[in-house]
Nanobody, 125 residues
């Protein structure tokens, strides 16, 4: 079992920045590929970014490339998402997820075994 707790969400103006964190506890954090997903009202949950267990590979959806950066600190059992140049369309609940290393970079929610409770990000225009 892995417990995941997100933090760092909030309200920001368009063009601003936020840094999300996901603190992990339980089984060895470094054993898992990690990812950030988001879900806006009335929409399906979508992949935002993923990172391999060592942090050597990162994956992004096209709409966030060049604006968002995913990273992890295995010594601190923490996953991060630095979000810059935020846009109103980035408004959503953001979730971190943990999955098997073989699914590193997968965009499918079903490939991830553990999820946090989510943190709200609201970008005003």
């Amino acid at each position: 079992q892995v417990q995941l707790v997100e933090s760092g969400g909030g309200l920001v103006q368009a063009g601003g920045s936020l840094r999300l964190s996901c603190a992990a506890s339980g089984r060895t954090f470094s054993s898992y590929a990690m990812a950030w997903f988001r879900q806006a009202p009335g929409k399906e949950r979508e992949f935002v970014a993923g990172i391999s267990w060592r942090g050597s590979s990162a994956y992004y959806r096209d709409s966030v490339k060049g604006r968002f950066t995913i990273s992890r600190d295995n010594a601190k059992n923490t996953l991060y998402l630095q979000m810059n140049s935020l846009k109103p369309e980035d408004t959503a609940v953001y979730y971190c997820a943990a999955g098997a290393t073989s699914y590193s970079g997968s965009v499918y929610p079903g490939h991830y075994d553990y999820w946090g409770q989510g943190t709200q990000v609201t970008v005003s225009s």
